[in-house]
């Protein structure tokens, strides 16, 4: 799903900032990666223009965030992963022990999200939910192999 460099410079100039190559190529990096941290993003992104540098990446993904074209997680306690909003709405669920990470469809929280509502009047931000724990592969294994 490459981005679209007319509504990516469309939404930069309605913000009056310009579209530069650097954009381009950062927003392009994050859509193929899936999910990336920005050092993912530089890496891949020095692949076309060896130039760019980390503070490029990381000022350049703060716009894009604003600009609502990409989304950030924290699935680590490192650096965010970011992923484009061309993506279908998901959350993240994550294994302590592997690191698989899974995109999962907002469904599956709907009672959460219910309940959040109409007990506490809050409405979550599922976008940037990460859920830790352990995937049933880890889980099946034996202690000794682990």
Sequence with gaps: MPSDPGDLGARLRESGLRLTPQRELILRAVEELGHATPDEVLAQVRTHASSVNA????????????????????LSDRAPTYHSTREPEHFHVVCRRCG?????????????????EREHGFSPDLGHLALFGVCSACSSESPATQ
């Design 55 to 74: 503070s490029t990446v990381y000022r350049t993904l703060e716009v894009l965030e604003e600009l609502g074209l990409v989304r950030h997680t924290h």
């Design 100 to 116: 698989v990470v899974r995109s999962v469809d907002p469904e599956v929280a709907a009672p959460l999200v219910e309940a959040l």
